[in-house]
């Protein structure tokens, strides 16, 4: 039985959308109602350098690897969105996924940023959104593939490597079109 829309899914772009923004994307639909959806793009990295020091001063934390860059989205490309693994402000998060949180403050991202054992985050720039039905317009087109999200592959794969694995892992077809070069002029 295929998977449903629904919050705490990826969003796999199928290898029709071959050019643009949203090429190989893998997007953790963070909320889907029949009002609309949005969710954040996990694997599109960018250089922890380019974060401005009034938000994190990158050269002083204790385990820079666990915080990582990501271009979100489109929509508002200068919001940050922050993803994370901890569990400790529950009035101020969303839990997407099992062990996969959005949300929280500058003072969160301040505090945790320096914890030694701190969670793993995901700094998220815009986010990705669709209208009413839009979404599902997409995805009965086979723009999108689905699969549960888990907190798992948004911290520990690699984000070149990540739509691949998740269509090789999903098996029969989808194994066969995660080969696909990204290059289809090198095929």
Same mark, same amino acid.
Request: hydrophobic share 40%; with cysteine.
């Given at each position: 039985?295929?998977?449903?829309?629904?919050?705490?899914?990826?969003? =796999?772009?199928?290898?029709?959308?071959?050019?643009? &923004?949203?090429?190989? #994307?893998? =997007?953790?639909?963070?909320?889907?109602?029949?009002?609309?959806?949005?969710?954040?793009?996990?694997?599109?990295?960018? @250089?922890?350098?380019?974060?401005?020091?009034?938000? /994190?001063?990158?050269?002083?934390?204790?385990?820079?690897?666990? =915080?990582? /860059?990501?271009?979100?989205?489109?929509?508002?490309?200068?919001?940050?969105?922050?993803?994370?693994?901890?569990?400790? =402000?529950? %009035?101020?998060? /969303?839990?997407? #996924? @099992?062990?996969? &949180?959005?949300?929280? %403050?500058?003072?969160?991202?301040?505090? #945790?940023?320096?914890?030694?054992?701190?969670?793993?985050?995901?700094?998220? &720039?815009?986010?990705?959104?669709?209208?009413?039905?839009?979404?599902?317009?997409? &995805?009965?087109?086979?723009?999108?593939?689905?699969? @549960?999200?888990?907190?798992?592959?948004?911290?520990?794969? #690699? @984000?070149?490597?990540?739509?691949?694995?998740?269509?090789?892992?999903?098996?029969?077809?989808?194994?066969?079109?995660?080969?696909?070069?990204? %290059?289809?002029?090198?095929?």
């Amino acid at each position: 039985m295929e998977q449903p829309l629904s919050k705490g899914s990826f969003l =796999i772009a199928s290898p029709e959308i071959s050019e643009g &923004f949203y090429s190989r #994307a893998v =997007i953790v639909l963070c909320e889907h109602t029949t009002g609309g959806s949005f969710g954040i793009m996990v694997n599109k990295a960018l @250089p922890l350098m380019e974060l401005p020091e009034d938000i /994190l001063e990158v050269k002083e934390l204790p385990n820079p690897e666990k =915080i990582q /860059l990501r271009t979100g989205g489109a929509l508002q490309p200068h919001q940050l969105m922050l993803l994370h693994t901890s569990n400790t =402000i529950p %009035d101020h998060t /969303l839990e997407v #996924a @099992p062990g996969l &949180f959005l949300g929280g %403050d500058l003072q969160f991202l301040q505090q #945790a940023a320096f914890e030694a054992e701190g969670p793993q985050m995901r700094l998220c &720039f815009g986010f990705s959104g669709w209208g009413a039905g839009q979404l599902e317009k997409e &995805f009965r087109m086979g723009h999108w593939f689905l699969c @549960p999200a888990s907190a798992k592959h948004v911290f520990e794969t #690699a @984000p070149d490597k990540l739509w691949q694995l998740l269509l090789r892992e999903m098996g029969g077809k989808y194994a066969t079109l995660s080969m696909i070069p990204e %290059d289809l002029s090198l095929n």
